[in-house]
């Protein structure tokens, strides 16, 4: 007697960014673990980008990720909030299943480490500190949503700095290099995904915190409308906080003042525009808020060292694929 006819399942195949990193050739090197086996996976990326690159297509679902963004810029964005890299910062992420926005800026050398932990993984080396997890790293346990997918970038330490180039070459023997790298992706999760609970935060901890917060506000901010950005005064209004108290803490955190930095950010701009091809320099001008093309060229050219009309001569040819 035949049994009934049986129809075959065929399983889905398991996520893999392999194909992702194709294009930058060595550019991306495995150093250790496995999403799907070992539940974390520790990438160096060492690579100039042509052009914007989707980073954004190599994250899991279901993951967390830590980025260690040591040369190049970058962004992850979802919902309209965005975090930034930018060299010597450090920040993670999360997905769950649909992709996020993340893009690295073309014409840069971009130099990283990350840490992808998978869900499980996290869930149970970090068992009985859940009152301590970063509230996205919680909701990603939880299998929860969160109205944040990334928490704020800071800057890499120096002995952070050290790790990425121990992490590239490990001082042990092969045979304990799982244990070694195991034990060096919970030492990067429990300093980056555990904060203290408010009442116990130290005051100055808190404030840095929140200082950084803020800075990538403004930041993010000021990106929305380059040409007609917000007022200092109105600035404070949409963070919370006085002007003045702005004005501080983002020199403070940046080095340079808010009226610089919007400077930086519309040079940054205008070269992207003229490296387009498809904005002359008057228009990359009014673009990102010059009326005067004098007072437009002689930024530019304090920026890049060399006039608007010339700087796409400088760039390298990009070949087409």
């Known amino acids: 007697m035949s049994g009934a006819p049986q129809t075959s399942v065929r399983a889905t195949p398991p ?3 392999a194909g992702v990193w194709r294009d930058v050739g060595k550019g991306w090197q495995p150093l250790f673990g496995s999403f799907h086996g070992a539940g974390y996976s520790i990438e160096w990326h ?25 040369g190049g810029n970058g962004f992850v964005e979802c919902q309209q909030r965005r975090m930034d890299f930018s060299p010597n910062t450090v920040g993670f992420y999360r997905r ?36 301590m997890l970063h509230p996205l790293v919680s909701a990603a346990i939880e299998g929860q949503p969160h109205k944040r997918v990334s928490g704020a970038t800071v800057r890499l330490t120096a002995a952070q700095q050290q790790l990425i180039s121990t992490l590239r070459q490990p001082p042990v023997y092969a045979a304990a290099q799982p244990l070694w790298f195991q034990c060096k992706a919970l030492e ?20 840095q915190r929140l200082a950084q917060e803020r800075v990538e506000q403004v930041i993010f901010l000021l990106k929305q409308n380059l040409a007609e950005p917000p007022a200092l005064e109105d ?4 963070i919370g906080c006085s002007h003045f108290y702005l004005s501080r803490i983002f020199s403070a955190q940046t080095g340079h003042t808010i009226t610089q930095h919007l400077r930086q950010l519309r040079m940054e701009r205008a070269a992207e525009l003229l490296k387009s091809g ?13 009326n005067s093309l004098s007072h437009f060229s002689a930024a530019f050219h304090e920026t890049f ?14 070949t087409k694929n």
């Open 15 to 17: 996520f893999t960014e």
């Open 46 to 70: 060492d690579f100039f980008a042509k052009r914007e690159f989707d980073w954004g297509a190599s994250f899991h679902p279901d993951c967390v990720e830590l980025c260690l963004n040591l």
């Open 96 to 131: 769950k299943d649909e992709p996020l926005n993340a893009r690295r800026a073309a014409n840069e050398q971009h130099q990283f480490l990350t840490v992808e932990y998978s869900v499980p993984f996290l869930a149970r080396h970090l068992a009985g500190l859940e009152t």
């Open 188 to 207: 990067l999760a429990v300093t980056f995904f555990l904060q203290p609970p408010a009442e116990q935060e130290m005051f100055c901890t808190r404030q």
């Open 235 to 238: 600035l404070g209004k949409k």
């Open 278 to 290: 498809e904005y002359n320099v008057t228009e990359a001008a009014l673009e990102v808020g010059y």
């Open 305 to 318: 060292g060399c006039c608007p009309g010339l700087y796409p001569l400088k760039i390298p040819l990009q």
